[in-house]
C-alpha cells in the first residue's frame, strides 16, 4: 500500500504561481509513476503532469505545459507541482496518485490517490 497526501492548495489571483507537494508513505519502493490529476465542479477528472519516479522523465497535458512543472525527490518520498501564470481555468481539486505499472496520463492505470487539495485562481 502507498499513502499519499497532498499539500500547498489555496486561494491565488491569476497570474500568480503555486506549488502542490505529495508526500508518499508505505511501499514507495512499488511506484513507478507519480501523476497530477484535477477535477473542476460538473466536470470529469483531467491529467496534468506526470513523472517517471525513478528517471525523471515528464509527461504534461496540452492546457499546462510551459506554466506547470512536475518534479520528484526521491529522498523525500514527495512529488511537486509548480504552477506559474495560474488561470481562472486551473481552479479544481488537484489530486496526486501513484502507478505501480505503467507510464501514463489514463487516470484508470493509477493505484492510489490522495484526498486532494483546492486551488482557486480569481480572476
Known amino acids: 500500500q502507498v499513502q499519499l497526501v497532498e499539500s500547498g492548495g489555496g486561494l491565488v489571483q491569476a497570474g500568480d504561481s503555486l506549488r502542490l507537494s505529495c508526500a508518499a508513505s508505505g511501499r514507495t519502493d512499488s511506484i513507478k509513476t507519480m501523476g497530477w490529476f484535477r477535477q473542476a465542479p460538473g466536470q470529469e477528472r483531467e491529467f496534468v503532469a506526470l513523472?517517471?519516479?525513478?528517471?525523471?522523465?515528464?509527461f504534461y497535458s496540452d492546457s499546462v505545459k510551459g506554466r506547470f512543472t512536475i518534479s520528484r525527490d526521491n529522498a523525500k518520498n514527495t512529488v511537486y507541482l509548480q504552477m506559474n501564470s495560474l488561470k481562472p481555468e486551473d481552479t479544481a481539486v488537484y489530486y496526486c496518485?501513484?502507478?505501480?505499472?505503467?507510464?501514463?496520463?489514463?487516470?484508470?492505470?493509477?493505484?492510489?490517490w490522495g484526498q486532494g487539495t483546492q486551488v482557486t485562481v480569481s480572476s
Open positions: 513523472v517517471n519516479w525513478s528517471e525523471g522523465r515528464t
Open positions: 496518485a501513484a502507478d505501480r505499472t505503467y507510464f501514463t496520463a489514463m487516470s484508470r492505470y493509477y493505484d492510489y
